[in-house]
């Protein structure tokens, strides 16, 4: 490249991108460099792609890295000889980057609704979302007036229930009543809806509760007994 191509300053290989900047910088003070790595360090979590600047193309989503390289060498495919061998980032470090991309997203899309009148909220929908300790990172980081939570019944996964519900309430713009089965007297089987219901009114919650059936059967019917359970545990909480 440098033969074919004397005016470029820095020639680098797919394991060092992330040493663009400074290898510029040197360029710059000392004169061209060649500088190509046989393979990524693993003890450089800089080396992942995700660690340079990040350019979004919209501006509440964005690409995150967790490895890089492959150690399946298939007859198709170029990534094991130009990406090496696999490496994947500390968990830990992704779901902290996660946090404040989501942060990030959530904060441009709040101040794009802000002047048509629009909240923004976020459901524990599975994934990080289902333990409400990461959710309320995200929410303090947004920081914004038309952020909040929409607390499910049912999709807190390994979580209590219970406990994530009343942790996302403070930030609760919607409430959702999830149910899945009925016994004879009519309880969900899986949710206590009393002492759930008596968590959102201890909160100061003022809004919707909107019902969700997730159960077998007839969906509308399934609605109607949730609805029916809803106005008995509003009969006994009054």
């Excluded at 792609?49 to 490895?67: F, N």
């Amino acid at each position: 490249i440098r033969e074919r191509a004397p005016h470029v300053d820095v020639v680098l290989g797919t394991h060092n991108v992330h040493r663009a900047v400074d290898l510029l910088h040197q360029a710059a003070a000392s004169g061209p460099i060649v500088e190509i790595w046989e393979e990524t360090v693993l003890d450089e979590a800089e080396a992942f792609p995700s660690a340079l600047p990040v350019k979004r193309e919209v501006d509440h989503s964005a690409w995150v890295t967790i490895q890089i390289g492959c150690d399946n060498s298939c007859a198709f495919c170029i990534v094991p000889a130009v990406r090496g061998r696999e490496i994947s980032r500390a968990f830990g470090e992704m779901v902290g980057e996660v946090e404040r991309l989501a942060a990030d997203g959530l904060r441009a899309l709040c101040e794009r609704a802000d002047p048509y009148n629009l909240n923004v909220i976020v459901e524990n929908h599975w994934g990080l979302s289902s333990t409400s300790p990461w959710l309320m990172r995200v929410m303090r980081r947004v920081d914004h007036p038309r952020i909040g939570t929409l607390p499910d019944f049912g999709n807190f996964h390994e979580y209590d229930r219970y406990k994530g519900c009343a942790e996302l309430m403070p930030w609760a713009k919607g409430v959702s009543a999830k149910s899945y089965a009925f016994d004879d007297q009519g309880n969900d089987t899986a949710t206590d809806f009393e002492k759930m219901m008596k968590i959102v009114v201890k909160s100061g919650y003022k809004g919707w509760v909107g019902i969700e059936y997730e159960g077998e059967g007839d969906s509308f019917e399934g609605i109607k007994k949730t609805k029916a359970l809803l106005e008995r545990v509003r009969a006994t909480l009054s």
